[in-house]
């Protein structure tokens, strides 16, 4: 039986979402439709070759939330640390990385940003700042605060971006973890990706406290809830949080409300929630309202709309045949990167 979500979408009519009605530039929209268009169709074709068998492992799909990436990405510094869970494929493609050895790294190829041996939950690029996504739930709450210590530490005026799922935030670290970062006044964002279900289970039947913005209150912490299906609230949000962790008060808690249009993962049926629920949110979708106020502003010709619908096809093409004609990791890769050292009896060069 379907399970009617706790968080309905809020209808943005076309009046509210009007150009003249931003504070954002021509430049910012068109950056944010290029990356949200560049990451579904990236998406869209993880999931056919997945069908295919192309790759194998867990796949999780980041179909329709991209304006929370994206917003991120628009409001951080070049110095700025992020990390999430497994549905890791949109973050590194909004920070810059190369969606080519992304691919390759799904297909398990020694030219994958994780040199094959990650796969799709184990994305990282340590030259744009994305350390990673990481397998256990909620694992990374922690792990943030730790690199939010770091650059405290250091000096630096960096903040670290946590992303997690509505899921995650039942995890008994991330009490702990919100706990230390108060104390510590870390520059950290604590980032709920809330798409409304922790696999097939809805919010509804896993907290009597649907305001997940809530958590942070017991501590002190700054929290609001965030409209993830706007690039420009996430932007503002992302912008305020940010700016307070640089200033030295410590870390915020953001409830970004999205939705995923595609399952939990690609074995999913999503038998818990109804296909009206799933309309009514993609009603809401990012990609469109950014190319609706581009095209209110007249700001791209559509001759230049259909050139970057080409130029997003050409590299999501161009990423597959990287990856099918990159070679797999030699056989002596088994035994780097897993110890610093090979100094002990047991362990010895393949």
């Known amino acids: 039986m379907a399970v009617k979500s706790a968080k309905q979408p809020t209808k ?124 256990i739930v909620g694992a990374q709450i922690a792990m943030g605060a730790g690199v939010a210590f770091a650059e405290k530490y250091n000096g630096t005026d960096n903040v670290a971006f946590v992303s997690m799922g509505d899921g995650a935030v039942r995890q008994g670290a991330l009490h702990e973890t919100f706990n230390m970062a108060m104390m510590w006044k870390l520059p950290v964002v604590f980032i709920i990706e809330n798409n409304n279900y922790a696999m097939g289970t809805s919010v509804t039947r896993t907290t009597n406290v649907t305001d997940l913005s809530k958590i942070g209150l017991s501590y002190e912490m700054p929290s609001k809830i965030v ?8 932007h503002e949000a992302i912008e305020e949080a940010a700016a307070r962790g640089r200033r030295g008060d410590g870390p ?3 409830d970004i409300r999205t939705y995923r249009y595609k399952g939990h993962s690609m074995s999913d049926p999503q038998k818990y929630r109804t296909k009206e629920e799933v309309s009514e949110w993609m ?10 106020v581009i095209k209110e502003n007249k700001w791209l010709s559509e001759k230049q709309i259909d050139e970057i619908t080409e130029w997003v096809k050409k590299e999501v093409e161009e990423s597959v045949d990287f990856a099918e004609n990159s070679p797999y990791p030699e056989a002596h890769e088994l035994y780097e990167d897993v110890y610093t050292q090979t100094d002990y009896p047991y362990i010895r060069e393949y």
Request: charged share 25%; with cysteine; hydrophobic share 35%.
């Open 12 to 135: 943005t009519t076309k009046k509210a979402a009007a150009a003249g009605k931003t504070k954002f530039s021509k430049d910012t929209y068109i950056k944010w439709y290029k990356d949200m268009l560049l990451i579904r169709r990236f998406e869209e074709k993880t999931g056919q070759l997945y069908i295919q068998q192309k790759f194998g492992g867990f796949c999780h799909l980041y179909i329709g939330q991209e304006a929370i990436v994206a917003g991120t990405a628009s409001a951080c510094q070049a110095g700025d640390k992020h990390m999430t869970a497994y549905r890791d494929h949109a973050h590194p493609i909004a920070l810059g990385t190369d969606p080519r050895v992304l691919m390759a790294e799904l297909y398990g190829r020694a030219t994958g940003c994780s040199k094959g041996k990650g796969g799709s939950m184990h994305f990282f690029d340590k030259e744009k700042n994305f350390m990673g996504g990481h397998g």
């Open 227 to 234: 409209d993830g299906m706007r690039p420009e609230a996430v």
């Open 252 to 254: 915020t808690l953001l």
């Open 283 to 292: 009603e809401q979708d990012p990609i469109e309202h950014c190319l609706r």
